[in-house]
């Protein structure tokens, strides 16, 4: 079965930082561009980050970039997401996602994981 599974979350005052990682198995993980989203109370769900399958292509959200940093390790099945200079606006639950075009169109979801910024 596919699984996604976020960790890193946590508590973390304004300035700091966080590494998100997010653990895949199931499916083949090299054919697959990963992003993180995140989605806050009261809004919508907005992407933060996309990586390409072979890691050779990152694209950030305004608001994050130059503070957050996708990777991804293909041996490892694993994509992290380096969060640095959190602010209070950061505050909100991060979703892991592997998407790919070739083949079948494909799409899978983990279940979040939250961080939370605040003094």
């Known amino acids: 079965q596919v699984q996604l599974v976020e960790s890193g979350g946590g508590l973390v005052q304004p300035g700091g930082s966080l590494r998100l990682s997010c653990a895949a198995s199931g499916f083949t993980f090299s054919n697959y561009a990963m992003s993180w989203y995140r989605q806050a109370p009261g809004k919508e769900r907005e992407l933060v980050a996309t990586i390409t399958s072979a890691g050779g292509s990152t694209n950030y959200a305004d608001s994050v970039k130059g503070r957050f940093t996708i990777s991804r390790d293909n041996a490892k099945n694993t994509v992290y997401l380096q969060m640095n200079s959190l602010k209070p606006e950061d505050t909100a639950v991060y979703y892991c996602?592997?998407?790919?075009?070739?083949?079948?169109?494909?799409?899978?979801w983990g279940q979040g994981t939250q961080v939370t910024v605040s003094s």
């Open positions: 996602n592997a998407a790919r075009k070739t083949y079948v169109k494909r799409e899978y």
